[in-house]
Nanobody, 123 residues
C-alpha cells in the first residue's frame, strides 16, 4: 500500500515562494511516478507537474512552467515542489499522487493520493 503525506503549505504573499513536500512510503519513488495536482475553491482539480520514478522526466502545466520545479530524493522517499513567483491564482489545495503507469497529466492514472495541503497566496 502506497502512502503519501503532503506538507509545507501555508500563507504567502504574491511573489513569494513555498516548498511543498510529499513524503512517500518506502520504495515508492523507485516504482511510481509522482504528480502534483491542485484544486481551487469551486474549480476542478487540475494537473500541476509530474516526475518519473527515475527523475529523468518532468512535465509541467503551462500555468506554472518557469515558476515551479519538481524534484525527488529517493533516499528520503520524498518529492518536492518548489514554487516561486507565486500568484493569487495559485491558491488551492495541493495534492501529490502516485502512478504506476508513468508520469502523466491525467489524474485517473494516479491510484494513490495524499490528503492535500493548503496554499494561499495573498495579493
Amino acid at each position: 500500500q502506497v502512502q503519501l503525506v503532503e506538507s509545507g503549505g501555508g500563507l504567502v504573499q504574491a511573489g513569494g515562494s513555498l516548498r511543498l513536500s510529499c513524503a512517500a512510503s518506502p520504495r515508492t519513488l523507485s516504482s511510481y511516478a509522482i504528480g502534483w495536482f491542485r484544486q481551487a475553491p469551486g474549480k476542478e482539480r487540475e494537473f500541476v507537474t509530474t516526475i518519473s520514478w527515475s527523475g529523468a522526466r518532468t512535465y509541467y502545466a503551462d500555468s506554472v512552467k518557469g515558476r515551479f520545479t519538481i524534484s525527488g530524493d529517493n533516499a528520503k522517499n520524498t518529492v518536492y515542489l518548489q514554487m516561486n513567483s507565486l500568484k493569487p491564482e495559485d491558491t488551492a489545495v495541493y495534492y501529490c499522487a502516485a502512478s504506476v503507469r508513468g508520469p502523466g497529466a491525467n489524474e485517473n492514472e494516479y491510484a494513490y493520493w495524499g490528503q492535500g495541503t493548503q496554499v494561499t497566496v495573498s495579493s
